[in-house]
């Protein structure tokens, strides 16, 4: 009976410190939300952080406000976010540079794994593979033959070190066993300048950069870096179709910093995912060669954690530094 009693009170008291919390997640937010992107204003996640912030503006009946923070791989923006109080009211648009920063930078002040509570997934999307079209190949079989009868002879140009096309490159130059050589650029609309003039071979690009250059026949496509074909593109075969096992995306989140009460990151992560339902802007990601990931907060943690751990092996495996 006395355990009974002690139960009863210790889950009532339990209930009554819990009320607060849920009372201030049902009004949360209270003020403007900050949305810290670590990328200059028209970036890939400055344009998805804006379409995230038009959606959950009106429906959480608070301004979201996109602020940019690029440099250093995204750990400026992703240290400020930390920093910043577990209140809901500063949140990370969390992407894959963030799992790959992680094994090219030796010193940082903080762990994403430990220091930033997942949220929500956002999006994902392909890469491709483009060839410069005097290059004699039309497959990633005959690129892949072409590299083995020439080691070392086929240019590939990146964004710089450590960037998404370098790292996808070197993920499919082990996986493949070939030998391409790495040319890094000061971003990506430079390399592509100099891969559409003929001076380098070949790039792992994006959809929304590379589609017109492929479309006006400047650029040839010979597949897409996921598991599976594109949607937008089922006419090009998979990277993985002809090496198994292969497959890189880019990809999108929402997290805010260690300690961000449950209630709150719950009804974010409710709202996030009735967005990514909505016709709009499922519509707005099309228009940017990219789809909703929809995701429960445990799953995108998950997801991050996985990403953090494969790309982290590919770095060390070619000796990467930031």
Not at 57 to 65: A, D, E, I, R, T
Not at 222 to 241: D, F, H, K
């Amino acid at each position: 009976m006395q355990r009974r009693r002690f139960l009863k009170v210790a889950a009532g008291a339990v209930a009554s410190a819990a009320i607060p919390s849920v009372t201030r997640a049902q009004g949360y937010p209270t003020r403007p939300v900050k949305l810290v992107v670590g990328a200059a204003p028209g970036g890939a996640p400055d344009l998805f952080a804006r379409v995230v912030a038009d959606w959950l503006s009106p429906h959480l009946g608070q301004p979201f406000v996109v602020d940019n923070r690029p440099g250093a791989g995204s750990n400026l923006a992703t240290e400020a976010v930390v920093r910043a109080p577990a209140d809901g009211h500063t949140l990370l648009m969390v992407t894959a540079m963030n799992a790959f920063s992680a094994g090219l930078y030796d010193n940082l002040s903080f762990d994403v794994a430990r220091d930033i509570a997942p949220v929500a997934g956002v999006m994902h999307g392909t890469g491709v593979v483009v060839v410069r079209p005097t290059l004699a190949v039309r497959s990633i079989p005959e690129l892949i033959a072409y590299a083995k009868a020439d080691p070392g002879k086929l240019l590939m140009a990146s964004a710089g070190i450590g960037s998404a096309p370098h790292l996808y490159g070197e993920l499919f130059k082990s996986m493949a066993g070939v030998d391409l050589l790495h040319v890094p650029y000061r971003g990506g609309a430079a390399a592509l300048t100099d891969l559409i003039a003929g001076h380098v071979d070949l790039m792992f690009d994006t959809i929304p950069t590379s589609i017109e250059h492929i479309r006006s026949g400047r650029l040839r496509i010979l597949g897409v870096t996921i598991a599976s074909r594109w949607p937008a593109l089922p006419e090009v075969p998979s990277v993985g179709e002809f090496v198994p096992g292969y497959a890189a995306e880019g990809w999108m989140g929402l997290g805010a910093p260690k300690g961000t009460q449950p209630e709150i990151i719950e009804r974010l992560n409710r709202e996030m995912n009735r967005g990514l339902a909505d016709n709009g802007v499922r519509a707005s990601f099309a228009k940017l060669a990219a789809a909703p990931l929809t995701m429960s907060p445990v799953e995108f943690g998950a997801h991050v954690a996985t990403e953090t751990e494969k790309w982290g092996r590919v770095i060390r495996a070619a000796g990467i530094r930031a």
